[in-house]
């Protein structure tokens, strides 16, 4: 067995107890690690092909990993006008202004990241922007990726004239009194109606901006990632990329289960589990519960302040729940989609169903989990229901004092249950932490730091929202580690750095709990190993 990689002067990190192990080297071969010692017990291991590294003295991880992530949907939505940057209505129509001024007569506007609070309350609608929007088609995808304006010009080329009825409950054509639509699509059923008018980009551009974010995503420190989708050709690139040796991070892909579903679909979902190459594969399916609150169509169980997000995104719950049941007969893990309590509660409520049915051990899952009450909490831990938490998602669309439009639509008492982290931790819950990409910034450093400081990442002064539910520097670093290798089946071959586990690893310039939360966003990556293999090196090493 040919070594290809030893790294020495190393600090080994372990995340289960938080200290450094007694080792400073480390061996990996057929990707997987061979052997811990110090230099004189692993330098011998090195042939004239290894790859030698001297760490001086960098702190080494297991390879993170993002719980919750969509790199294929995400490269394809990232191109285009970054509005997330905006944080007022001015300050979008200058950007669309610059951008227009640049565009080819009948060319198609694009933007995406656009925060709801640039409306300081008032609707979401196109209206303020019809000015520099005319003759323009436009399309402007709000942050959650639930919901998109669309300009006038958009939807006149689109015949979208009025409202229509979608096969998911919460899908809409948002319209004025007058049923004239405003702009504002909700759902992917909706949204669709307008995407599929405007140009596409060609196969072969969007493998290239997949690899290009994948790339993007190792330099980072990622060295795998939970996909939540399996939409159009992500499959198919996957694979590509993955006999090209061009796959930088190790991926567990979910396809999605939609409303309407049949039983040959099912079948069809059951059969596809487990395949894949050689660093990546079929394991799970996604299915959702409910939308957002930021647009009204997540499911509570008292309406927002708006009379809204009082539908399940399944025109018919009780057919998620017989869905549930017979995923879990078949083994197959469910990752739900569930903001609102409403759509948490009844998630928890099927996988006990389906679990009172058939007692095999599934690991089912929960993603997001934005407001919870106390009563559900320790369900969790009962269930064996992974809890899937993208703390950045409070940090940057929400605010400490209440004035945004998450909290304002929850009102007082549900926007204080804002990402219960630590609750349900404590309640003895296994927490994996993730971005949502692209919702919010893959960088895993970034999310870990906002499990701890729980502050605005544009300006990290403001007070924190909900301090009392923030993680530990240990417990955010196993949110990406040892939690999201259980999560995914593989506690006994990821998550920890020990023999017989994966070469899958992360190398930072410091050690990464002892670093403030504050400053850990900009804590230096020198390495990430994938496999064995490094897929991304700093300069300096």
């Known amino acids: 067995m040919r070594t290809s990689l030893i790294l020495l002067s190393a600090r080994l990190l372990d995340p289960v107890t938080g200290e450094l192990l007694p080792q400073t080297a480390l061996a990996a071969a057929d990707g997987r690690i061979t052997a811990l010692g110090d230099a004189p017990d692993i330098r011998p291991l090195a042939d004239p092909s290894t790859t030698v590294i001297d760490l001086k003295g960098a702190v080494v991880t297991p390879g993170l990993v993002d719980g919750h992530i969509h790199p294929v949907t995400g490269a394809e939505l ?53 000015a520099v929007l005319d003759g323009v088609p436009a399309l402007l995808l709000l942050f959650d990726a639930h919901s998109m304006l669309a300009s006038r010009r958009a939807l006149e080329l ?96 979910a396809p999605w289960c939609q409303p309407g579903t049949d039983a040959d679909g099912l079948r069809a979902l059951i059969a596809q589990q487990g395949a894949g190459g050689r660093l990546w594969r079929t394991d799970g399916v996604k299915i959702f519960m409910d939308g957002t ?15 809204e997000s009082r539908h399940a995104f399944w025109p018919d719950p009780e057919e998620y729940t017989r869905v549930v049941g017979a995923l879990h007969r078949a083994g197959v893990p469910i990752a739900t989609h569930a903001i609102g309590d409403a759509a948490v509660r009844h998630v928890l409520d099927a996988v006990e169903k389906a679990q009172a049915e058939d007692s095999r051990p599934v690991r089912h899952r929960i993603e997001h989990i934005e407001t919870v009450p106390d009563d559900t909490l320790r369900r969790f831990a009962d269930l064996g229901v992974i809890a899937s938490m993208q703390p950045t ?84 670093l196993q ?32 050690n990464p709990l002892t670093t403030a939360a504050t400053e850990l966003p900009d804590l230096p990556v020198l390495l990430t190993v994938l496999d064995g293999d490094p897929t991304h090196r700093d300069p300096r090493l």
Not at 482 to 506: I, P, Q, S
């Open 293 to 307: 609150i930021d647009n009204g169509t997540a499911w509570l169980e008292h309406p927002d302040c708006h009379g």
């Open 78 to 130: 990232t191109h285009g006008l970054d509005l997330s940057g905006c944080e007022d209505v001015e300050q979008v129509r200058a950007a669309l202004a610059r951008e227009v001024r640049d565009l080819t007569p009948g060319a198609w506007l694009h933007g995406w990241g656009l925060d709801p609070n640039v409306f300081a309350g008032a609707p979401v609608e196109i209206a303020p922007f019809d």
């Open 393 to 476: 998602h409070c940090c940057d669309f929400t605010r400490a004092d209440h004035t945004d439009n998450w909290s304002r639509r929850l009102g007082e008492e549900r926007a204080a249950r804002a990402w219960r982290c630590r609750d349900l931790h404590d309640s003895g819950a296994v927490v994996v932490l993730g971005s949502d990409w692209p919702i919010a910034p893959y960088p895993p450093s970034a999310v870990m730091a906002g499990a701890r400081h729980r502050r605005p990442s544009r300006d990290l002064t403001r007070p924190p929202h909900g301090p009392h539910q923030a993680l530990t520097a240990l417990e955010a």
């Open 158 to 253: 689109a015949g979208v004239e009025g409202p229509r009825t979608f096969d998911q409950a919460t899908a809409e054509v948002v319209c004025d009194a007058d049923g004239r639509p405003t702009g504002l699509l909700l759902e992917d059923a909706a949204c669709a109606l307008v995407e599929r008018v405007a140009p596409q980009p060609t196969r072969d551009e969007r493998r290239d901006r997949l690899a290009a974010v994948l790339r993007a995503m190792a330099a980072t420190g990622l060295t795998g990632g939970h996909a939540m989708d399996a939409n159009g050709d992500s499959l198919a690139f996957y694979a590509e990329l993955d006999a090209a040796g061009d796959l930088p991070l190790r991926l567990r892909v």
């Open 479 to 510: 949110g990406m580690t040892v939690n999201a290798a259980y999560a995914a089946g593989e506690e006994h071959e990821a998550g920890r750095l020990a023999v017989g586990h994966r070469a899958d690893l992360t190398v930072f310039a410091e």
